[in-house]
Protein backbone atom coordinates (compact mmCIF):
# COMPACT_ATOMS: atom_id res chain seq x y z
CA UNK A 1 0.00 0.00 0.00
CA UNK A 2 2.56 2.46 0.75
CA UNK A 3 4.74 1.70 -1.97
CA UNK A 4 1.57 2.16 -4.33
CA UNK A 5 1.37 5.59 -2.41
CA UNK A 6 4.63 6.48 -3.03
CA UNK A 7 4.20 5.54 -7.01
CA UNK A 8 1.56 7.46 -7.28
CA UNK A 9 2.81 10.52 -5.72
CA UNK A 10 5.51 10.22 -7.56
CA UNK A 11 4.07 10.06 -11.27
CA UNK A 12 1.88 12.78 -9.73
CA UNK A 13 5.24 14.85 -9.42
CA UNK A 14 6.72 13.84 -12.49
CA UNK A 15 3.65 14.80 -14.98
CA UNK A 16 4.25 17.01 -17.87
CA UNK A 17 1.37 17.89 -20.25
CA UNK A 18 2.04 17.19 -23.82
CA UNK A 19 -1.45 19.07 -25.45
CA UNK A 20 -4.98 19.55 -23.91
CA UNK A 21 -5.56 15.68 -23.82
CA UNK A 22 -2.67 14.48 -21.30
CA UNK A 23 -4.18 16.99 -19.11
CA UNK A 24 -7.91 15.49 -18.82
CA UNK A 25 -6.79 12.15 -18.64
CA UNK A 26 -4.37 13.06 -15.65
CA UNK A 27 -7.69 14.56 -14.18
CA UNK A 28 -9.99 11.68 -14.82
CA UNK A 29 -7.38 9.54 -13.29
CA UNK A 30 -6.58 10.97 -10.06
CA UNK A 31 -9.59 13.75 -9.62
CA UNK A 32 -12.18 12.28 -11.87
CA UNK A 33 -15.41 10.14 -10.72
CA UNK A 34 -13.52 6.81 -10.55
CA UNK A 35 -10.20 8.00 -9.93
CA UNK A 36 -7.34 5.90 -8.12
CA UNK A 37 -7.45 6.99 -5.44
CA UNK A 38 -10.87 5.90 -4.39
CA UNK A 39 -9.71 2.66 -4.62
CA UNK A 40 -6.95 3.18 -2.37
CA UNK A 41 -9.72 4.02 0.19
CA UNK A 42 -11.21 1.09 -0.44
CA UNK A 43 -8.13 -0.84 0.50
CA UNK A 44 -7.70 0.98 3.74
CA UNK A 45 -9.55 -1.80 5.31
CA UNK A 46 -6.92 -4.37 4.36
CA UNK A 47 -4.40 -1.96 6.35
CA UNK A 48 -2.90 -3.11 10.03
CA UNK A 49 -5.55 -1.11 12.37
CA UNK A 50 -2.75 1.19 13.90
CA UNK A 51 -1.72 2.33 10.10
CA UNK A 52 -4.63 3.20 9.10
CA UNK A 53 -4.82 6.69 10.36
CA UNK A 54 -1.20 7.43 8.88
CA UNK A 55 -1.99 5.74 5.10
CA UNK A 56 -5.61 7.71 5.28
CA UNK A 57 -3.31 10.92 6.07
CA UNK A 58 -1.20 9.62 3.00
CA UNK A 59 -3.96 9.06 0.64
CA UNK A 60 -5.35 12.47 1.01
CA UNK A 61 -1.95 14.59 0.91
CA UNK A 62 -2.10 12.69 -2.23
CA UNK A 63 -5.28 13.68 -3.09
CA UNK A 64 -4.19 17.18 -2.51
CA UNK A 65 -1.40 17.02 -4.55
CA UNK A 66 -2.58 16.06 -7.58
CA UNK A 67 -5.50 18.96 -7.45
CA UNK A 68 -2.66 21.57 -6.98
CA UNK A 69 -0.79 20.23 -9.83
CA UNK A 70 -3.88 19.64 -12.02
CA UNK A 71 -4.74 23.86 -11.05
CA UNK A 72 -1.27 25.14 -11.46
CA UNK A 73 -1.02 23.06 -15.13
CA UNK A 74 -4.10 23.90 -16.39
CA UNK A 75 -3.58 27.86 -15.88
CA UNK A 76 -0.27 27.57 -17.38
CA UNK A 77 -1.97 25.64 -20.63
CA UNK A 78 -4.89 28.23 -20.63
CA UNK A 79 -2.00 31.34 -21.10
CA UNK A 80 -0.47 29.21 -23.29
CA UNK A 81 -3.25 28.48 -25.66
CA UNK A 82 -4.40 32.43 -25.33
CA UNK A 83 -1.05 33.10 -26.27
CA UNK A 84 -0.75 31.45 -29.45
CA UNK A 85 -4.23 31.81 -30.60
CA UNK A 86 -4.30 36.06 -31.52
CA UNK A 87 -1.65 38.03 -29.79
CA UNK A 88 1.59 38.23 -31.60
CA UNK A 89 3.66 40.65 -29.57
CA UNK A 90 5.84 41.59 -33.12
CA UNK A 91 2.94 43.67 -34.64
CA UNK A 92 3.19 47.15 -34.44
CA UNK A 93 0.62 48.93 -31.84
CA UNK A 94 -2.16 49.72 -32.83
CA UNK A 95 -2.12 53.56 -31.98
CA UNK A 96 -4.90 55.95 -31.35
CA UNK A 97 -6.76 57.77 -34.29
CA UNK A 98 -7.20 61.34 -33.65
CA UNK A 99 -10.13 63.36 -35.45
CA UNK A 100 -9.23 66.44 -36.96
CA UNK A 101 -10.70 69.82 -37.81
CA UNK A 102 -12.92 70.19 -40.60
CA UNK A 103 -10.46 72.33 -43.02
CA UNK A 104 -13.55 74.98 -43.58
CA UNK A 105 -13.73 75.28 -40.01
CA UNK A 106 -9.61 75.67 -40.13
CA UNK A 107 -10.29 78.34 -42.74
CA UNK A 108 -13.61 79.80 -41.31
CA UNK A 109 -11.36 80.11 -38.05
CA UNK A 110 -8.36 81.93 -39.98
CA UNK A 111 -10.41 84.30 -41.24
CA UNK A 112 -11.80 85.00 -37.31
CA UNK A 113 -7.99 85.32 -36.46
CA UNK A 114 -7.19 87.67 -39.37
CA UNK A 115 -9.78 90.28 -38.52
CA UNK A 116 -9.73 90.20 -34.78
CA UNK A 117 -6.06 91.56 -35.31
CA UNK A 118 -7.82 94.62 -36.42
CA UNK A 119 -10.41 94.98 -34.43
CA UNK A 120 -13.76 92.70 -35.55
CA UNK A 121 -15.94 91.07 -33.57
CA UNK A 122 -18.10 88.51 -34.44
CA UNK A 123 -21.34 88.16 -35.21
CA UNK A 124 -24.43 85.32 -35.93
CA UNK A 125 -27.88 85.85 -36.96
CA UNK A 126 -30.57 83.51 -37.89
CA UNK A 127 -30.33 80.93 -40.81
CA UNK A 128 -34.26 80.91 -41.53
CA UNK A 129 -34.70 84.37 -42.20
CA UNK A 130 -37.41 87.01 -43.52
CA UNK A 131 -37.74 89.12 -46.14
CA UNK A 132 -36.36 92.61 -44.81
CA UNK A 133 -33.10 91.02 -43.36
CA UNK A 134 -32.02 89.09 -46.58
CA UNK A 135 -33.46 91.10 -49.56
CA UNK A 136 -35.65 94.14 -48.83
CA UNK A 137 -33.85 96.14 -46.57
CA UNK A 138 -30.82 95.76 -48.46
CA UNK A 139 -31.87 97.46 -51.20
CA UNK A 140 -33.54 94.37 -52.72
CA UNK A 141 -37.62 95.50 -53.07
CA UNK A 142 -39.96 92.77 -54.63
CA UNK A 143 -39.40 92.44 -58.23
CA UNK A 144 -36.11 94.30 -58.36
CA UNK A 145 -34.04 92.01 -60.93
CA UNK A 146 -30.80 91.37 -58.71
CA UNK A 147 -33.25 88.98 -56.90
CA UNK A 148 -32.43 86.29 -59.55
CA UNK A 149 -29.08 86.67 -58.52
CA UNK A 150 -29.52 84.36 -55.56
CA UNK A 151 -31.91 81.59 -56.28
CA UNK A 152 -33.86 81.39 -52.80
CA UNK A 153 -35.27 78.11 -51.47
CA UNK A 154 -38.64 79.87 -49.59
CA UNK A 155 -40.10 78.45 -46.90
CA UNK A 156 -43.71 76.71 -48.09
CA UNK A 157 -45.93 77.62 -45.58
CA UNK A 158 -44.99 81.43 -45.34
CA UNK A 159 -43.24 82.92 -48.56
CA UNK A 160 -41.97 85.92 -46.76
CA UNK A 161 -39.47 83.81 -44.85
CA UNK A 162 -36.88 81.85 -46.49
CA UNK A 163 -33.28 80.23 -45.93
CA UNK A 164 -31.07 82.99 -45.93
CA UNK A 165 -29.18 83.37 -49.07
CA UNK A 166 -26.17 85.44 -47.96
CA UNK A 167 -25.00 86.66 -44.44
CA UNK A 168 -25.41 90.02 -45.72
CA UNK A 169 -28.62 89.05 -43.96
CA UNK A 170 -26.90 89.61 -40.24
CA UNK A 171 -25.17 92.70 -41.59
CA UNK A 172 -28.55 94.16 -41.54
CA UNK A 173 -29.84 93.07 -38.36
CA UNK A 174 -26.09 94.14 -36.51
CA UNK A 175 -27.05 97.16 -37.93
CA UNK A 176 -30.42 97.45 -36.41
CA UNK A 177 -28.82 96.79 -33.04
CA UNK A 178 -27.09 100.28 -33.71
CA UNK A 179 -24.22 99.98 -31.58
CA UNK A 180 -21.95 101.99 -33.54
CA UNK A 181 -19.12 102.18 -34.62
CA UNK A 182 -20.07 98.77 -35.49
CA UNK A 183 -16.74 96.67 -36.71
CA UNK A 184 -17.84 93.14 -36.49
CA UNK A 185 -17.53 89.97 -39.09
CA UNK A 186 -20.29 87.61 -39.82
CA UNK A 187 -19.72 83.82 -40.55
CA UNK A 188 -22.38 81.78 -41.79
CA UNK A 189 -24.39 78.83 -43.90
CA UNK A 190 -26.51 80.36 -46.37
CA UNK A 191 -28.52 78.43 -48.69
CA UNK A 192 -29.12 78.81 -52.53
CA UNK A 193 -31.58 76.48 -54.92
CA UNK A 194 -28.78 75.67 -57.20
CA UNK A 195 -28.20 72.33 -58.82
CA UNK A 196 -24.98 70.70 -57.20
CA UNK A 197 -22.01 70.35 -59.43
CA UNK A 198 -18.16 70.88 -58.77
CA UNK A 199 -18.74 74.65 -58.89
CA UNK A 200 -22.03 75.00 -56.85
CA UNK A 201 -23.85 73.68 -54.06
CA UNK A 202 -27.24 74.15 -52.31
CA UNK A 203 -25.39 75.53 -49.01
CA UNK A 204 -22.21 76.72 -48.64
CA UNK A 205 -20.60 79.40 -46.07
CA UNK A 206 -20.05 82.97 -46.14
CA UNK A 207 -18.10 86.08 -44.43
CA UNK A 208 -19.44 89.22 -44.28
CA UNK A 209 -17.84 92.06 -42.83
CA UNK A 210 -19.18 95.28 -41.78
CA UNK A 211 -17.25 98.71 -40.29
CA UNK A 212 -19.45 101.62 -39.54
CA UNK A 213 -18.43 104.87 -38.35
CA UNK A 214 -17.93 108.70 -39.22
CA UNK A 215 -15.54 109.10 -42.13
CA UNK A 216 -15.23 105.45 -43.34
CA UNK A 217 -13.79 105.91 -46.89
CA UNK A 218 -13.27 103.60 -49.48
CA UNK A 219 -9.39 103.86 -48.77
CA UNK A 220 -10.39 102.37 -45.59
CA UNK A 221 -11.98 99.39 -47.36
CA UNK A 222 -9.18 99.17 -49.99
CA UNK A 223 -6.49 98.83 -47.33
CA UNK A 224 -8.68 96.38 -45.31
CA UNK A 225 -9.01 93.90 -47.92
CA UNK A 226 -5.21 94.45 -48.64
CA UNK A 227 -4.20 93.19 -45.36
CA UNK A 228 -6.60 90.47 -45.27
CA UNK A 229 -5.38 89.00 -48.72
CA UNK A 230 -1.33 89.15 -47.41
CA UNK A 231 -2.53 87.62 -44.19
CA UNK A 232 -4.16 85.17 -45.69
CA UNK A 233 -1.98 83.92 -49.07
CA UNK A 234 1.10 85.32 -48.19
CA UNK A 235 2.84 88.52 -47.94
CA UNK A 236 3.41 88.60 -52.14
CA UNK A 237 -0.11 88.59 -52.77
CA UNK A 238 -1.31 91.52 -54.42
CA UNK A 239 -5.43 92.89 -54.88
CA UNK A 240 -7.04 94.37 -58.08
CA UNK A 241 -10.78 96.11 -57.42
CA UNK A 242 -13.08 96.05 -60.57
CA UNK A 243 -15.78 97.75 -60.30
CA UNK A 244 -19.17 96.09 -60.29
CA UNK A 245 -22.74 95.87 -59.14
CA UNK A 246 -24.72 94.99 -55.92
CA UNK A 247 -27.47 96.60 -54.95
CA UNK A 248 -26.62 96.92 -50.86
CA UNK A 249 -23.33 99.02 -51.97
CA UNK A 250 -22.41 101.99 -53.67
CA UNK A 251 -19.88 102.09 -55.62
CA UNK A 252 -19.16 98.03 -55.72
CA UNK A 253 -16.27 95.93 -56.56
CA UNK A 254 -14.87 92.91 -56.92
CA UNK A 255 -11.14 92.10 -55.53
CA UNK A 256 -9.32 89.74 -57.03
CA UNK A 257 -6.15 88.30 -55.45
CA UNK A 258 -3.08 87.19 -57.61
CA UNK A 259 -2.29 84.12 -58.49
CA UNK A 260 -0.01 82.57 -55.79
CA UNK A 261 1.03 79.63 -58.24
CA UNK A 262 2.42 81.99 -61.68
CA UNK A 263 2.43 85.10 -59.54
CA UNK A 264 0.07 87.15 -62.05
CA UNK A 265 2.03 85.23 -65.31
CA UNK A 266 -0.99 82.91 -65.93
CA UNK A 267 -1.46 79.12 -65.46
CA UNK A 268 -4.43 76.62 -65.41
CA UNK A 269 -5.20 77.26 -61.84
CA UNK A 270 -6.00 81.09 -62.40
CA UNK A 271 -7.34 79.87 -66.08
CA UNK A 272 -4.26 82.41 -67.54
CA UNK A 273 -5.61 85.37 -66.19
CA UNK A 274 -3.06 85.97 -63.23
CA UNK A 275 -5.82 86.58 -60.86
CA UNK A 276 -8.40 85.12 -58.44
CA UNK A 277 -11.86 86.62 -57.57
CA UNK A 278 -12.04 86.46 -53.49
CA UNK A 279 -14.84 88.88 -52.53
CA UNK A 280 -17.19 91.26 -53.47
CA UNK A 281 -17.50 94.81 -51.12
CA UNK A 282 -18.28 98.18 -51.72
CA UNK A 283 -19.58 101.34 -49.72
CA UNK A 284 -22.90 100.53 -47.74
CA UNK A 285 -25.57 102.24 -50.07
CA UNK A 286 -27.02 105.38 -47.93
CA UNK A 287 -30.37 103.55 -48.53
CA UNK A 288 -29.34 100.53 -46.21
CA UNK A 289 -27.86 102.59 -43.62
CA UNK A 290 -31.46 104.77 -43.79
CA UNK A 291 -33.30 100.93 -43.81
CA UNK A 292 -31.12 100.32 -40.68
CA UNK A 293 -32.02 103.80 -38.88
CA UNK A 294 -28.01 104.84 -39.36
CA UNK A 295 -28.12 108.71 -40.13
CA UNK A 296 -26.25 108.63 -43.93
CA UNK A 297 -25.57 112.13 -43.60
CA UNK A 298 -23.49 111.23 -40.08
CA UNK A 299 -22.57 107.64 -40.83
CA UNK A 300 -20.92 106.03 -43.81
CA UNK A 301 -19.42 102.59 -43.87
CA UNK A 302 -18.20 99.89 -45.88
CA UNK A 303 -19.08 96.04 -46.38
CA UNK A 304 -17.71 93.10 -47.65
CA UNK A 305 -18.52 89.39 -48.68
CA UNK A 306 -16.82 85.94 -49.46
CA UNK A 307 -17.54 82.17 -49.55
CA UNK A 308 -15.38 80.66 -47.03
CA UNK A 309 -15.58 77.08 -49.23
CA UNK A 310 -13.68 79.06 -52.48
CA UNK A 311 -11.29 80.64 -50.05
CA UNK A 312 -10.77 77.33 -48.83
CA UNK A 313 -10.41 75.79 -52.21
CA UNK A 314 -8.03 78.51 -53.34
CA UNK A 315 -5.56 78.03 -50.61
CA UNK A 316 -5.47 74.22 -50.57
CA UNK A 317 -6.28 73.98 -54.38
CA UNK A 318 -9.19 71.72 -54.35
CA UNK A 319 -10.87 71.74 -57.39
CA UNK A 320 -14.68 70.25 -56.35
CA UNK A 321 -17.05 72.17 -54.31
CA UNK A 322 -18.58 68.64 -53.67
CA UNK A 323 -15.71 67.43 -51.79
CA UNK A 324 -16.02 69.75 -48.75
CA UNK A 325 -19.48 67.98 -47.81
CA UNK A 326 -18.65 64.56 -48.51
CA UNK A 327 -17.26 63.76 -45.29
CA UNK A 328 -14.86 61.57 -46.63
CA UNK A 329 -12.26 60.89 -43.90
CA UNK A 330 -9.44 60.22 -46.63
CA UNK A 331 -10.06 64.04 -47.59
CA UNK A 332 -10.49 65.54 -44.43
CA UNK A 333 -7.55 63.94 -42.83
CA UNK A 334 -5.06 65.69 -45.25
CA UNK A 335 -5.91 69.01 -43.13
CA UNK A 336 -5.11 69.41 -39.26
CA UNK A 337 -4.64 72.34 -37.47
CA UNK A 338 -1.27 74.05 -36.92
CA UNK A 339 -1.73 74.78 -33.14
N1 LIG B 1 -23.89 89.08 -50.48
C1 LIG B 1 -23.09 88.92 -51.65
C2 LIG B 1 -23.29 87.54 -52.22
O1 LIG B 1 -23.76 86.71 -51.54
C3 LIG B 1 -21.64 89.13 -51.34
C4 LIG B 1 -21.35 90.54 -51.03
C5 LIG B 1 -21.00 91.40 -52.03
C6 LIG B 1 -21.43 91.01 -49.75
C7 LIG B 1 -20.71 92.72 -51.75
C8 LIG B 1 -21.16 92.32 -49.44
C9 LIG B 1 -20.78 93.18 -50.48
O2 LIG B 1 -21.21 92.82 -48.22
O3 LIG B 1 -20.50 94.47 -50.17
O4 LIG B 1 -22.97 87.32 -53.35
Request: glycine share 6%; net charge negative.
Amino acid sequence: MEDKIKELSQQIEEFKIEGKETLEKFRIQFLGSKNVLKDLFAEIRNVAADKRKEVGQSINSLKTQAQNKFDSLSDSSEEAEEQKSDIDLTLPGEGFKLGSRHPLSLVNEEIIEIFSKIGFNVSEGPEVEDDWHNFTGLNLPDEHPARDMQDTFFIEKDPDWLLRTHTSSVQMRVMEAKELPIRTITPGRVYRNEAISARAHCFFHQVEGIYIDKKVSFADLKQTIEYFAKEMFGEHAKIRLRPSYFPFTEPSAEVDVSCSLCNTKGCNVCKYTGWLEILGCGMIDPNVLKNAGIDPNEYSGFAFGMGIERMAMLKYEVKDLRMWSENDIRFLDQFKATW
